[in-house]
């Protein structure tokens, strides 16, 4: 499968919690198959704004290694205002592309760890989630 993780990286976060998300994130990978032919995972990082780590399509993170690896290094610093719509956006984008390596053939699933609310500035979700159920049967929200 195509596995998205979009990780809110807000100060409302706060950094104690922050690690566990990321042990977290370490404890999941580690149980999924990761390979070429496997599981390929991509990570949004969002705040105000989304950041991308890496697509599908890097075939640099096509091992656990890399993938742990990768997680281990996510900067602990945090951002404010919760953007969940933008996050979404950026991994539909981004990841559910063929340039984002997204496979026709596998499943896409999209992980959304966040602890509050987005801004009330963001655009609705109901837009948003309808264009991501094209691509993705499954979508999971972890909330405090």
């Given at each position: ?10 100060k ?36 105000k ?69 987005t ?26």
């Amino acid at each position: 499968m195509d596995v998205a993780f979009v990780v809110d990286r807000t100060k409302s976060v706060r950094p104690e919690n922050f690690k566990l998300v990321k042990g977290f994130l370490l404890e999941i990978c580690d149980a999924l198959s990761i390979g070429p032919n496997a599981t390929h995972t991509g990570f949004v990082l969002f705040a105000k704004s989304p950041n991308v780590l890496n697509t599908f399509a890097d075939s640099q993170y096509y091992s656990s290694e890399s993938v742990h690896h990768l997680i281990q290094n996510i900067p602990e610093n945090l951002g404010s205002r919760t953007f969940i719509d933008r996050a979404l956006k950026a991994a539909n984008n981004s990841l559910f592309t063929d340039e984002g390596g997204d496979r026709p053939d596998f499943p896409n699933v999209l992980i959304l760890l966040t602890d509050g609310k987005t801004n009330p500035d963001s655009e609705p979700f109901s837009g948003i989630i309808s264009s991501l159920k094209v691509r993705m049967p499954i979508i999971a929200v972890c909330h405090r």
